[in-house]
């Protein structure tokens, strides 16, 4: 069955420390898409990444940064240098191929702190 | 970039009123739109997904009677909340996506209910 972890609950940082998210995924597809959103205090979801399953590169994108490894089924984002605007709720997200509608199956989320 | 917009951002009412929100998208045309919902430092569930001009699929769980949707063009879909009582009070969320299987789905900033 589809499944997403994010076993990290609450994260707490303070200014300027590198903070990595974790994201564990579950899925039987071998063709997969993998998300990370950002929720601010907003409610807004804000798109950070997608990822597909046969695209293992690394990402970096300014201090933002995503590890995506099919052998641990893991897509674990970090963020480098973090600033207090980084504070917010963190999810991963999946869809399946074989879905066909493309719909997200959610982690729980990742509440991060960041203290200046 | 894709912008999807949610009408009201914020409603209260009373038990057993009606309240109907809307999800559109306003530079594109979204054959698949998403509804989720979601409760206070919980993920986001989804409800149903919906493809313009047929029936809305419910996820498990989720009563087809009181949830209401509507996809009825490209660009507008609309999640009634029939007889809503004080544990529908919630934060509703919409996503829109290009195509059908499509697995780009950009967010509304969501609608609070909040039902007295």
């Known amino acids: 069955a589809q499944k997403v972890t994010q076993a990290q609950t609450e994260i707490s940082v303070v200014e300027k420390e590198d903070v990595t998210l974790d994201c564990v995924y579950e899925t039987r597809d071998t063709t997969y898409y993998l998300f990370w959103y950002k929720q601010p205090p907003s409610g807004e979801l804000v798109f950070l990444i997608r990822r597909n399953s046969f695209d293992e590169q690394n990402e970096i994108s300014g201090r933002y940064s995503w590890n995506f490894q099919k052998s641990t089924s893991s897509f674990n984002f970090t963020i480098t240098a973090s600033q207090v605007v980084d504070s917010a709720v963190y999810f991963c997200a999946l869809s399946e191929r074989s879905s066909n509608t493309g719909k997200l199956i959610f982690g729980q989320g990742t509440t991060l702190q960041v203290k200046p | 970039g894709a912008v999807v917009s949610q009408h009201p951002s914020r409603v209260i009412c009373k038990s057993g009123t009606s309240v109907k929100i809307e999800c559109r998208s306003l530079d594109f045309q979204a054959t698949t739109m998403f509804w989720y919902r979601q409760f206070p430092k919980q993920s986001l569930m989804l409800m149903a997904t919906?493809?313009?001009?047929?029936?809305?699929?419910?996820e498990q769980g989720v009563e087809k009677d009181k949830f209401l949707i509507n996809h009825a063009s490209l660009t507008l879909s609309t999640l009634t909340v029939t007889s809503a009582h004080p544990e529908d009070s919630s934060f509703y969320i919409c996503s829109a996506s290009l195509t059908s299987g499509g697995y780009e789905q950009y967010f509304g900033p969501g609608t609070r209910l909040t039902v007295t």
């Open positions: 919906s493809n313009e001009g047929s029936k809305a699929t419910y």
